[in-house]
């Protein structure tokens, strides 16, 4: 049967939830804007034409469906009907995007399996990466790790404690990959056997830092959580930090960093404690997240397990760089003067991160935070103030991916730290 929508009244104001919004091109209308699902409830993706997206921009929860026709009408100079906002709206509800009964209902079902579930699932298995397990090692080993760092050279003394990878896919960021989890192959401690990992929430967040109290699952087996040093950062904190634990579920940051960190360990005996990092209000506002209590609170809890442990612990971010051009809202691609400024920008916010100045790294990037974009910013923070004391870094790798249908650009880099 054909799904006409839910009975609404003329006072229904349509309330889009919150997703995942980019611009991509498209052969039948130039250039669409897609909506994608953030918290796990729906696989699928709206596809919104350039012409209505002044109506979904409008899903706010403050107009009725009459009042938006009227509003996009007088900006646009052309009658928008009533019947085309609403024929808009019943198409979202179907997708789960609006928030209301049918949205929550299917949320609380996704909570529960989650909250449920033994291990996070290999999420993005045969998608971003191969869900056989022998052609995993074979793309990891010679996609990646066979394109980084020749074995290192040996360090008397000293051992890696903290590692910046990218997070984007591993098919654009195979050779940044490559050079963070060789570094880390050839460096790490033979007893360490703690991996912090702080993945970037792509999600909004409530809270300034999400746990989650489960191994996560690779296709090369699953990486055990640690469960005793999670319920420990849980109790230091003044907020619930599983407040926003169901954005684990969707978000590929950590999922990666597992993969490669279960390639890379092999049989030894580790485990992960898998952090998001929001701090999105911070970010928006300016505000350096040392004037955050709750922040502040879990972070200096998981520098005193990292202190504790010595050698034994490595605190792992997840993080790209920048995201720049028409994929983000940008009115056209980089050229290459801005190509050649964004590096240099890029480049002044690494070597900062590598001299371990958490503070000056933060007050850099959210300079230009609404123009550069730079989602890692809350994860390498919490990585550069938990990492353990007298750490010393170096950048590995930096590279630009260019998007080839619209020369957006996401750039990435690999850092490495010693003690």
């Known amino acids: 049967m054909e799904y006409r929508g839910a ?6 104001r349509p309330t889009l939830r919150r997703v995942d919004t980019f611009f991509v091109p498209d052969d039948e209308h130039g250039r669409v804007l897609v909506l994608r699902d953030m918290d796990g409830v729906n696989s699928a993706t709206a596809c919104v034409p350039l012409g209505l997206v002044p109506i979904v921009a409008r899903f706010t929860g403050a107009l009725t469906c009459a009042q938006i026709a009227r509003d996009v009408s007088a900006d646009l100079g052309r009658t928008v009907t009533t019947a085309l906002v609403q024929e808009l709206v019943d198409a979202l509800e179907k997708g789960l995007f609006l928030e209301g009964p049918a949205f929550r209902s299917a949320l609380e079902g996704v909570r529960k399996q989650f ?3 033994a291990v996070r699932s290999a999420r993005h298995a045969g998608g971003a990466y191969p869900a056989d397990a022998a052609e995993l090692v074979t793309y990891l080993d010679e996609r990646c790790l066979n394109r980084g760092l020749p074995p290192a050279t040996s360090r008397p003394g000293r051992a890696l404690t903290a590692l910046v990878a990218p ?21 790490v401690a033979e007893d360490a056997d703690t991996f912090i990992v702080f993945g970037t929430s792509h999600a909004p967040m409530r809270e300034p830092f999400a746990l989650c109290r489960k191994g996560f699952d690779t296709p ?3 990486v055990p ?4 040093a999670i319920d420990r950062l849980a109790a230091s904190c003044p907020y619930d930090p599983y407040t926003d634990e169901l954005n684990h579920k969707q978000e590929h940051s950590i999922e990666f960093q597992a993969v ?7 049989d030894r005996p580790a485990r992960i404690i898998p952090i998001l990092a929001g701090l999105g209000r911070q970010q928006a506002d300016g505000i350096d997240p040392e004037s955050d209590a709750g922040a502040m609170a879990l972070l200096r809890a998981v520098k005193d397990l990292v202190e504790e442990r010595g050698r034994r612990a490595v605190v792992v971010a ?13 009115k056209a691609a980089l050229g290459p003067a801005l190509r050649a400024d964004l590096a240099r920008k890029d480049a002044a916010s690494l070597e ?3 001299r371990g100045e958490a503070a000056g790294f933060w007050r850099d990037v959210v300079s230009d935070v609404e123009t550069r974009r730079v989602c890692g910013l809350s994860a390498m923070y919490a990585m550069l103030r938990t990492m353990k004391r007298g750490s010393t870094g170096e950048v590995l790798h930096y590279e630009q991916s260019v998007d080839p249908d619209d020369g957006s650009i996401v750039s990435h880099a690999a850092l490495a730290f010693h003690a």
Do not use: C, N, Q, W
């Not at 760089?321 to 809202?329: D, I, N, S, T």
């Open 7 to 12: 009975m609404r009244s003329s006072a229904y």
């Open 318 to 330: 997840g993080a790209d760089l920048a995201h720049v051009g028409p994929r983000f809202g940008d």
């Open 352 to 354: 900062l991160a590598a």
């Open 260 to 266: 490669f960190l279960k390639h890379v360990l092999g």
């Open 225 to 228: 959580a640690d469960l005793d």
């Open 220 to 222: 090369l087996g699953p």
């Open 115 to 117: 909250r449920e579930a």
């Open 167 to 187: 997070h984007i896919d591993p098919g654009r960021g195979a050779v940044g990959y490559g050079h963070a989890y060789a570094a880390l192959r050839d460096g």
